[in-house]
Nanobody, 123 residues
Framework: QVQLVESGGGLVQAGGSLRLSCTSSGRTFSSYAMGWFRQAPGKEREFVAA????????YYADSVKGRFTISRDNAKNTVYLQMNSLKPEDTAVYYC????????????????WGQGTQVTVSS
């Protein structure tokens, strides 16, 4: 069983930055592809970014490309999401997720989910 705990959310002004962290309790963290998703009120959960277990390949939604960076530290069982140039439309609950399969943008392909952390960007 893998437990994921996100942290780092908060309130920030437009143009600001936040770094989210997601720490896993599992001993096999390094074998999972990891993803970040977000869900705004009244909207479906959407893909933000993902990273292969090796950390060598990263993938982003077009809406965050060039502003967000996903990375991982397998020694610390942690995946990060650095968010720069934040916009009000980035406001959402952000979730990290772990996949035993290939890295993917489909939330249904992820096996474990964190509880989420709120990010609010004021204009």
């Amino acid at each position: 069983q893998v437990q994921l705990v996100e942290s780092g959310g908060g309130l920030v002004q437009a143009g600001g930055s936040l770094r989210l962290s997601c720490t896993s309790s599992g001993r096999t963290f390094s074998s999972y592809a990891m993803g970040w998703f977000r869900q705004a009120p009244g909207k479906e959960r959407e893909f933000v970014a993902a990273i292969r277990w090796t950390g060598g390949n990263t993938y982003y939604a077009d809406s965050v490309k060039g502003r967000f960076t996903i990375s991982r530290d397998n020694a610390k069982n942690t995946v990060y999401l650095q968010m720069n140039s934040l916009k009000p439309e980035d406001t959402a609950v952000y979730y990290c997720a772990a996949s035993r399969g290939y890295v993917t943008s489909q939330p249904t392909s992820y096996d474990y989910w964190g509880q989420g952390t709120q990010v609010t960007v004021s204009s």
